[in-house]
C-alpha cells in the first residue's frame, strides 16, 4: 500500500535559523509530489509541486525552497527562518495515474 | 480561473443532528471534486471522491456528496452527526496529475 511520511512532527527554531524538512513515500514510482503550508486558522496554500527527479516547480515567491533528490523524497527547506514561515507543512502526493491527492502527516514549525 | 468556495467558515450542530457543509466550485470543465477532513494537528483524510457517474457518492464515516452540474456544487452531508466528526472539512477540486484547489475550509463543532 502507499504511504507517506514527513518529518519531524514538531520543530521550535530560532529567526535566521535553517530549515529542512523531509518527506517520503512508499508503495507507488514517479509520484508527483507538493509541499503545503497551513497558517492558523487559515487553508492550505500550495508552495512547491514536482512531477519527477530534479523538476520543482514554484507557486509563491518566498524565502523557502524545495529539492527532490530522490524519486520518492521531497524536501523543503530555508537558508534563513523568518517569523512568517511558522506554520503547519502538509507534504502530499498523487500516485501514477491516481486523480486523488494523499496527505502526510504534517510538521508543526514555530519560528521564535 | 478555478476557485472552491465554502461559505460557511464555521458551523456547530448537535450530536445525532444531520449536517450539510456546501461547496461551490468554479472550474474550466467537469471537474474531479474531493472531501477531505482535518482533525486538530493531523493530515488530511481524503472523505470521498467523485470522478464521474452517479452522482451521488459515498465516502468514509458515513459520509455521502451529491454532485450538482447545474450548480456547479459538491455538498457533504451525513444523516446523523457523532461527536468524533469534529474537524475541518475541506472541499477541493481538480484534474488528473494538476495540484488540486483547496476551499477555505468550514470548522465543525458537535455539541451533545
Known amino acids: 500500500s502507499q504511504t507517506i511520511h514527513q518529518w519531524p512532527a514538531t520543530l521550535v527554531q530560532p529567526v535566521g535559523s535553517p530549515l529542512s524538512l523531509e518527506c517520503t513515500v512508499e508503495?507507488?514510482?514517479?509520484?508527483?509530489l507538493y509541499w503545503y503550508r497551513q497558517a492558523a486558522g487559515r487553508g492550505l496554500q500550495l508552495l512547491f509541486y514536482?512531477?519527477?527527479?530534479?523538476?520543482i516547480s514554484s507557486e509563491v515567491p518566498q524565502n523557502l525552497s524545495a529539492s527532490r533528490p530522490q524519486d520518492r523524497q521531497f524536501i523543503l527547506s530555508s537558508k534563513k527562518l523568518l517569523l512568517s514561515d511558522s506554520g503547519f507543512y502538509l507534504c502530499?502526493?498523487?500516485?501514477?495515474?491516481?486523480?486523488?491527492?494523499?496527505f502526510g502527516p504534517g510538521t508543526r514549525l514555530t519560528v521564535t | 480561473a478555478q476557485s472552491v468556495t465554502q461559505p460557511d467558515i464555521h458551523i456547530t450542530v448537535s450530536e445525532g443532528a444531520s449536517l450539510e457543509l456546501r461547496c461551490n466550485y468554479s472550474?474550466?470543465?467537469?471537474?474531479?471534486l474531493f472531501w477531505y477532513v482535518q482533525s486538530p494537528g493531523q493530515g488530511l483524510q481524503l472523505l470521498l471522491k467523485?470522478?464521474?457517474?452517479?452522482?451521488l457518492v459515498q465516502g468514509i464515516k458515513g459520509f455521502e456528496a451529491e454532485f450538482k452540474r447545474s450548480q456547479s456544487s459538491f455538498n457533504l452531508r451525513k444523516p446523523s452527526v457523532h461527536w468524533s466528526d469534529a474537524a475541518e472539512y475541506f472541499c477541493a477540486v481538480g484534474a488528473r496529475n494538476t495540484p488540486l484547489v483547496f476551499g477555505k475550509g468550514t470548522r465543525l463543532s458537535v455539541i451533545a
Open positions: 502530499a502526493f498523487f500516485a501514477q495515474g491516481r486523480p486523488e491527492q494523499y
Open positions: 467523485y470522478f464521474s457517474g452517479d452522482t
Open positions: 514536482s512531477v519527477g527527479i530534479g523538476q
Open positions: 508503495g507507488t514510482s514517479n509520484p508527483n
Open positions: 472550474y474550466g470543465a467537469t471537474p474531479y
